[in-house]
């Protein structure tokens, strides 16, 4: 086979002569300079190759076996160099506590419950130790429904009855407030919340027991309120109603501390009384009754229980 460059320029002679015009007028230089070489390989016979000097180069470089990669660091000589990384010891962790704001309701509580806003007053002890010295009078343990009469209107009854509930939940007692007032109930307004429904959906059975209580600012302590009550709602109050309602009070409270209505009203009394386990008559420090032991027999014959009297008195 003859060489590739010799039928090039073989060919290139034939030519010269027809093409000299052509060249002339071409810009591109196709003649072959003595100092330069086309690159070019052939394969002969037997699969011999020839080639120009920069192909074969090339060639040969890629033949080569790639450099070899050297082996990877022994898995103990890694361990021994993370053992040799210095690391900066970490220090014990502080923690302290931040007291988180009181509930925006306990701001509603009324300011004569002073044994929320006031623990450690006076006054607040004094009630603590009328508590302690009511719980005594029972002849059984908890858990206890105990109601507070007032021997008329506006004497202080609810107030001291708040003030009682509050200590009997700081005392770790499951405890219950329930509005038992139908002509003016106030526990809901003295402890900051909305009188939803109550004690007289309840009993009409509009409302299950346990969605009718509510969750008051003061731990441990919940409220079964009251809304004023109508003529058609009273019907609703019957013995075997309240008794249904303080077996199932009884079973998730210690004390259940009821506001209940005045002597004046003693259709109501004769009602609340029987499901009680005492009753307290509340009147101002100072007064006496016309006829104790005439009221006595009427709290008495209508079923209640009289534990005792509670005296109020507001300084001046």
Known sequence: MGRMLETL?????A??????????DSVVDWSLRAAEQVPFIEIGAGK???GSADVMATSLTKGQPSAVQPPHMPLQALAAEARAVELTKAKPMTAALAPWPSAVPSQNVAPEIIAFHQPQHPISKQYADLFAQMLECQTQKSPLVLALVGA???VGATTVLVNLAVVSAQAGKRTLLVDARLAQPMLAQRLGLSALSGLQEVLAGTVALELAIQKTPIAALDLLSARAESERASGHWTPQGLSWVVAWLKARYDVILADGPSLEETAQLALLGPV?????LVLPRGEQLQSPQAMAQLIAGQGARLRGLIHTHFEI
């Open 9 to 13: 320029k073989h060919s290139a002679r």
């Open 15 to 24: 030519t010269a002569g027809e093409g000299a015009k052509l060249q002339e």
């Open 48 to 50: 011999k190759i020839e």
């Open 152 to 154: 008329k209107p506006q």
């Open 276 to 280: 009680c386990d005492g009753v307290y």
